[in-house]
């Protein structure tokens, strides 16, 4: 597909609605105004840099990488800071028959990008830019923006957040393009759900590669483009180098109202349970009721999608089990409705020790979290782990509490584990599943499981651990999270390659609908039409039509 044109975008984009489309003339207006920017627009810092393996800042751009578990050792490492730049680098190596790989905070958990068969990767992230665009009437955010720095210049500049996630160094080039789901989320819809337009570095049948914008309008041509960015993976169709960010419905030219506000504060309630206060059958009913409640407490309009809760329990090595509730405390009825979440969740369990912090700063506490791996004393540049997840559209049953129970409780794996569950859905399952391809609107919950470890020596037990962990947790379903049951697949931002292996997958269930669900053939078509030579390709991508 060639790319937007201003009399194709006056001829066949459709007028704003209230949904939140873009207008014609708008589209066409940004599209022209891209078109006509220079290589090196007054005032860039730098760039375009290219940083090879005998360039003294070679070993930083490997460590750019949050997993150790996997290193490549590209030729190339090229950091842009503008669009021109990002085509110029897929065209250069194009040209030079190499694989391309992006990377916006490089928090990639399976090794995509940071891949020995990589031989030039795209680093996002001096191309991070957040800003307010008043011919989109919408937030312009550049996808090398960390999601930390998103949050705090939109709520700086204009008191308004988007519903990302808790990481605040997670970019969100990745984030959003697998949906973004946050603890906003069930309020406000994934982060996915608020793009109204996105622009691409895309690669044609000819090779060469150029930039597209594709919008949410009715009648863009490239909506399908659009369509796909929006929860179909990182790495698939092209390079994403902005995003448009509007609240489906807003209304006005008032940047202040184009996103949700950002909340006046948080009041937080942790519950603390040591693993000697918590038997098999008081973990079953602790997870049993808090399953339970989001199964309650997921519709759409729910009056509790205010609050987001999370049931934590981490393995014997840290000893610990928590559940946290937290939310906005101006919200109507905010405490009340807290303070019941943590009553019905702890009924019948073991009194824990409980402290409840209220009235916090948002924004501080929001960019200034810890990562989880820095409870375990695992130095950042040394950290290995496996995540794996899952969807559930029903509560765990008494079974699988205990699988999870024995696996955290297990005396001879010695390595910190963590499983959690968090409440889901609400505005999320407002949406159909072909909205956009964010396809899984009828979860009540998501839930996974990690490992960490320093040492590569024991990199084959660890990994036996955590697969042995899942493969038991779903052993009804061939060891993974199958859709349209109990579970609903599982999270493309968490992706795992075990899914393509019969070993650990025996359930029949491809990977692609495991994570896509009934949209994968359409993302196969777009896949088609805009990657046509297959140049944006990994273990998971999505496959040609």
Not at 398 to 420: E, R
């Amino acid at each position: 597909m060639s790319p937007l044109t201003r009399r194709s975008l006056l001829a066949a984009t459709g007028s704003a609605t209230a949904l939140g489309l873009l207008s014609r003339g708008a589209v066409a207006e940004a599209q022209t105004a891209r078109a006509l920017q220079a290589d090196a627009p007054p005032g860039s810092p730098f760039g375009p840099v290219v940083i090879t393996p005998t360039d003294k800042r070679y070993p930083d751009m490997l460590l750019r990488g949050q997993n150790r578990l996997y290193v490549g050792k590209p030729d190339n490492v090229v950091l842009p800071t503008n669009t021109n730049h990002v085509v110029r680098a897929v065209n250069a190596a194009q040209a030079a028959g190499q694989r391309i790989a992006v990377r916006s905070g490089g928090h990639g958990l399976a090794g995509l990008a940071d891949d020995p068969a990589i031989q030039t990767v795209i680093d996002l992230s001096e191309f991070n830019a957040v800003s307010f665009n008043t011919i989109f009437n919408a937030f312009e955010v550049e996808a090398g923006a960390l999601l930390g720095d998103v949050y705090k210049t939109l709520d700086l500049g204009w008191g308004v957040t988007i519903p990302g996630g808790s990481c605040p160094t997670v970019g969100v080039g990745g984030h959003i393009t697998g949906g973004g789901y946050g603890y906003l989320s069930r309020q406000y819809g994934l982060v996915a759900d608020n793009v109204c337009a996105v622009e691409v570095v895309v690669v044609g049948r000819n090779g060469m590669a150029s930039s597209v914008i594709a919008t949410n309008g009715q009648f863009d041509p490239n909506r399908d483009l659009w369509w796909a960015c929006c929860g179909g993976g990182g790495g698939n169709f092209g390079i994403v180098t902005r995003y448009w960010l509007r609240s489906p419905g807003a209304t006005g030219t008032d940047p202040t109202l184009q996103l949700p506000p950002s909340p006046t504060g948080l009041t937080t309630t942790t519950a603390t349970w040591r693993w000697s206060d918590l038997d098999a059958a008081s973990w079953a009913t602790l997870v049993g009721n808090f399953t339970a409640w989001t199964a309650r407490n997921s519709a759409p309009g729910t009056p509790t999608a205010p609050l987001m809760g999370l049931l934590v329990g981490f393995s014997h090595a840290i000893g610990s089990v928590t559940l946290t509730g937290v939310l906005d405390p101006s919200k109507p009825g905010s405490r009340p409705l807290l303070d019941a979440f943590v009553k019905q969740v702890i009924a019948g369990v073991p009194a824990p020790a409980i402290t409840t912090q209220e009235n916090q700063a948002w924004l501080y506490h929001t960019i200034n979290l810890p990562p989880l791996s820095s409870a375990f004393g695992i130095p950042s540049d040394q950290i290995r782990t496996v995540t794996k997840g899952a969807y559930l559209r029903q509560p765990l049953t008494a079974a699988q509490a205990k699988t999870a129970y024995n696996h955290l409780n297990d005396t001879t794996y010695t390595n910190p584990a963590v499983f959690f569950i968090s409440t889901y859905g609400g505005q999320i399952n407002a949406l159909p599943a072909d909205a956009n391809a964010s396809s899984h609107r009828d979860s009540m919950a998501l839930m996974a499981i990690s490992n960490y470890w320093a040492d590569p020596a024991t990199d084959a037990d660890n990994r036996k651990y955590i697969r042995t962990f899942y493969q038991e947790l779903f052993a009804t379903t061939g060891g993974v999270p199958t859709p349209g049951g109990q579970t609903d697949g599982s999270y493309i931002n968490w992706p795992d390659a075990d899914l393509l292996d019969p070993a650990w997958n025996s359930s029949g269930v491809p990977w692609s609908t495991i994570y896509y669900k009934n949209n994968y053939q359409r993302l196969r078509q777009i896949k088609s039409a805009w990657d046509p030579t297959n140049a944006f390709r990994h273990t998971l991508s999505v496959e040609p039509a």
